[in-house]
């Protein structure tokens, strides 16, 4: 079983115009949609990304100039492409004073993403850059190996459970909670049989959760 209860990851494209006033929407789309693919870690750089390559369509190409912003996972990093029909006005990486209000777009983009550059064609250009994320794969789950070996575990138990019926050979997002719910029933009914306290278990449970979102591990 490759992936259980897999976080579908599908390209999408916004067209939009370029306008200072749209860089806030835009943004706001990335949030939402990195909320919905789980991608927390990486949304406020992907946001700033947005921001400058959008601000710099609109710098060097012009205000009101149609573009497009398309989003992907080129393996497990997300890649951000804002296309625009100027083929001229390439962006440039540029060391801006330090008291300087401008010129520090791609300098930006260059510092918080893994890497970047400029697709070329007859009636367009793509200016992309790419951020890495903590996933094992495009469509698994951040988490690190915690979230990892939960996700193994609910893949045998729901396969284990005959009234679930099965579409393929992962589990549906749905499907895998109800799963998540048996498995710490039953273990917690594994833990009152041999005499544990479940109250206490659960609050120790709930600690070493908390303790790990505090140190970034999902």
């Known amino acids: 079983m490759e992936c259980t209860s897999c976080v579908p990851r599908k390209p999408w494209v916004i067209p939009f115009v370029a306008?200072?006033?749209e860089v806030p929407a835009l943004r706001r789309i990335m949030r939402l949609r990195l909320g919905l693919w789980g991608l927390?870690?990486?949304?406020?750089?992907?946001?700033?990304?947005?921001?400058?390559l959008v601000s710099n369509v609109i710098t060097h190409v012009g205000?009101?100039?149609?573009a497009t912003l398309a989003v992907s996972m080129n393996g497990t990093h997300l890649r951000i492409e804002v296309h625009d029909p100027d083929a001229r006005a390439l962006p440039t990486l540029v060391e801006a004073a330090a008291d300087s209000?401008?010129?520090?777009?791609?300098a930006l983009v260059d510092a918080v993403a893994d890497r970047w550059g400029v697709l070329l064609h007859p009636d367009r250009k793509v200016t992309w850059c790419e951020l890495s994320t903590r996933l094992r794969s495009s469509?698994?789950?951040?988490?690190?190996?915690r979230v990892a070996r939960a996700g193994a575990l609910l893949g045998f138990y729901g396969a284990a459970q005959p009234s679930r019926?099965?579409?393929?050979?992962t589990l549906s997002v749905a499907v895998a909670e109800e799963a998540a719910i048996d498995?710490?029933?039953?273990?917690?009914h594994w833990l009152q049989a041999h005499g544990r306290d479940v109250d206490e278990a659960l609050d120790r449970a709930q600690m070493h959760l908390e303790a790990?979102?505090?140190r970034g591990d999902g």
């Open 63 to 66: 205000s009101g100039t149609p």
């Open 139 to 145: 469509h698994g789950h951040s988490g690190g190996a």
């Open 183 to 188: 498995v710490i029933a039953d273990l917690l």
């Open 212 to 214: 790990a979102m505090g």
């Open 40 to 52: 927390y870690e990486v949304s406020e750089a992907a946001q700033l990304c947005v921001t400058e």
């Open 165 to 169: 019926a099965m579409a393929s050979s």
């Open 101 to 106: 209000e401008g010129g520090r777009g791609m």
């Open 19 to 21: 306008e200072s006033r």
